[in-house]
């Protein structure tokens, strides 16, 4: 039961923002920007984001040739080149917002290892085709270089891509919470949207924890829970996609600079604090691997220590620490959706695995819908 006190000045919102990961927080900022005085609460299942805000792998990414070239099949060129602005775009608004040194973010270029000889022809194509977007070409073959690193010679050929970086998700998703704070925005976790309901002048939802279940009235709601939005609207063309990352015990001697990738972006890596951060693989089993439900597949971890072992540090002696997964959603293509579903209440999902580049952007533009 509510006291009096609460219900005069607590169960009531302007804005009601469903899940507090990055999109999430970026919509409650754009919308607390634009409208001072609104009133306006995260709601977050989780203790922490629940799904991969902060169990990525901390990469300002927008995508590797054989990536880009993948993402060709399901898209027209013209749509990956706005994708691939959006998702720079992206990025440099979070370092905007928040600052670099509040995200860790450093500007350390990104690398796709090639385990044959560089296509010059196709990376030449991607210059051309996204030297508008970043104001110069983005990618340079750096196989000459190939002898400064620990790769072994399964890995044939390495182009850069001079825009990339990396942060770090915990510094990031830790510096937005105490923005929130800050800015008086209410944030709920542990609670988990049971049911809403639009009551025509505003949205009735039911919001349980594990003591108890209580409604909320707010004027407008919207929904920044991406794999997990299908629950709520099923018509959606959102796919979950699991993804999985280990770090390796510290590692003596132990100097890579960059991020990187392979196998069509599917898998990265980089270093941090010693120790390789490692992941992805989904690839190998997609269709085990389209869950919402956290959790490690053997085969995935085999293949990524193998990888570990055999050609990205091959003359080291590793040990994996720990391992975690994360929660991604895809659709027949790549686009984020952004839309209304209601005067009151709007989506933004459907991330296709760059949050960490897009999340400050879709969060911005679906504040800005309502």
């Known amino acids: 039961m509510l006291s009096y006190w609460e219900k005069r000045e607590m169960i009531t919102t302007d804005l009601a923002?469903?899940?507090?990961?990055?999109?999430?927080?970026?919509?409650?900022?754009?919308?607390?920007?634009?409208?001072?005085?609104?009133?306006?609460?995260?709601?977050?299942?989780?203790?922490?984001?629940?799904?991969?805000?902060?169990?990525?792998?901390?990469f300002a990414c927008f995508?590797?040739?054989?990536?880009?070239?993948?993402?060709?099949?399901?898209?027209?060129?013209?749509?990956?080149?706005?994708?691939?602005?959006?998702?720079f775009k992206g990025i440099q608004h979070l370092r905007k917002v928040m600052g670099d040194r509040a995200i860790g973010y450093e500007p350390v270029k990104g690398y796709e290892l090639c385990f044959?000889?560089?296509?010059?022809?196709?990376?030449?194509?991607?210059?051309?085709?996204l030297r508008a977007v970043f104001g110069a070409d983005p990618f340079s073959d750096q196989s000459q270089s190939l002898s400064r690193y620990p790769f072994s010679s399964h890995v044939q050929g390495l182009i850069a891509h001079d825009f990339e970086g990396t942060l770090n998700s915990g510094k990031m998703m830790s510096a937005l919470h105490e923005r929130l704070g800050s800015l008086g925005i209410r944030y709920l976790s542990g609670c988990n949207l049971k049911e809403f309901e639009e009551c025509g002048s505003h949205?009735?939802?039911?919001?349980?924890?594990?003591?108890?279940?209580?409604?909320?009235?707010?004027?407008?709601?919207?929904?920044?829970?991406?794999?997990?939005?299908?629950?709520?609207f099923p018509d959606l063309d959102i796919h979950p996609g699991r993804g999985m990352v280990l770090v390796t015990k510290p590692i003596d001697g132990l100097a890579l600079q960059g991020s990187f990738h392979y196998h069509k972006g599917y898998n990265y890596f980089r270093a941090i604090d010693n120790r390789i951060l490692l992941g992805g693989a989904?690839?190998?089993?997609?269709?085990?691997?389209?869950?919402?439900?956290?959790?490690?597949?053997?085969?995935?971890?085999?293949?990524?220590?193998?990888?570990?072992?055999?050609?990205?540090?091959?003359?080291?002696?590793?040990?994996?620490?720990?391992?975690?997964?994360?929660?991604?959603?895809?659709?027949?293509?790549?686009?984020?959706?952004?839309?209304?579903?209601?005067d009151r209440i709007a989506v933004a999902a459907r991330l296709g695995g760059m949050g960490v580049a897009l999340g400050s952007l879709v969060g911005k533009e679906v504040a800005e819908l309502l």
């Not at 044959?116 to 085709?129: G, I, T």
């Not at 924890?209 to 997990?228: D, E, Y």
């Not at 190998?284 to 691997?289: A, F």
């Open 116 to 129: 044959e000889p560089v296509s010059r022809d196709l990376m030449a194509f991607f210059n051309r085709e």
């Open 63 to 87: 995508g590797s040739v054989s990536e880009l070239q993948e993402d060709l099949k399901d898209c027209s060129l013209e749509e990956l080149v706005l994708l691939t602005e959006s998702r």
């Open 203 to 232: 949205v009735t939802i039911e919001v349980e924890s594990a003591l108890q279940s209580i409604p909320l009235h707010t004027q407008k709601l919207v929904f920044c829970t991406n794999a997990f939005t299908s629950a709520f």
């Open 282 to 342: 989904r690839h190998l089993d997609k269709e085990t691997e389209s869950t919402t439900d956290f959790g490690i597949h053997p085969k995935i971890k085999a293949q990524l220590i193998a990888d570990l072992l055999e050609f990205i540090l091959p003359q080291s002696t590793v040990e994996v620490d720990y391992e975690w997964s994360g929660i991604m959603a895809f659709g027949k293509n790549k686009q984020p959706i952004i839309q209304k579903v209601s």
């Open 17 to 58: 923002v469903v899940g507090g990961g990055l999109v999430g927080c970026f919509a409650a900022l754009t919308y607390k920007e634009a409208n001072p005085n609104a009133r306006i609460t995260i709601i977050e299942r989780g203790i922490l984001p629940s799904g991969a805000s902060t169990k990525n792998a901390g």
